[in-house]
Nanobody, 125 residues
Framework: QVQLVESGGGLVHTGESLRLSCVVS????????MGWFRQAPGKERDFVGG????????DYAHSVKGRFTISRDNAKNMVYLQMNSLKPEDTAVYYC??????????????????WGRGTQVTVSS
């Protein structure tokens, strides 16, 4: 059974950085494209970014492009989300997701097959 577990969330101030991690167990992470989504209170879960199985291609939501970077270490079964220049509007629960279509980075939630339980990120002004 594939499991995804996020970590690294916390409380930071505007302009600071955080790095989220997601560890995959049950199957090699190289079987998946990996993605990050976030959900703010009272809002839908939105696409943040994704990375193909080799790490060669990434894609980001417009709101985070240039501030967030996704990377992966297939040997460690890990994917990361480096978040810089954080803003209060980045406050949300951040979720890691996996997609067996390894070369695709869909922005729709329904296209991602496995999910973690999320980690809270709070950015104070």
């Amino acid at each position: 059974q594939v499991q995804l577990v996020e970590s690294g969330g916390g409380l930071v101030h505007t302009g600071e950085s955080l790095r989220l991690s997601c560890v995959v167990s049950g199957r090699s992470i190289s079987s998946y494209a990996m993605g990050w989504f976030r959900q703010a209170p009272g809002k839908e879960r939105d696409f943040v970014g994704g990375i193909t199985f080799t790490g060669e291609t990434t894609d980001y939501a417009h709101s985070v492009k240039g501030r967030f970077t996704i990377s992966r270490d297939n040997a460690k079964n890990m994917v990361y989300l480096q978040m810089n220049s954080l803003k209060p509007e980045d406050t949300a629960v951040y979720y890691c997701a996996a997609n067996t279509h390894r070369l695709e980075i869909p922005q729709a939630m329904r296209s991602w097959e496995y999910w973690g339980r999320g980690t809270q990120v709070t950015v104070s002004s």
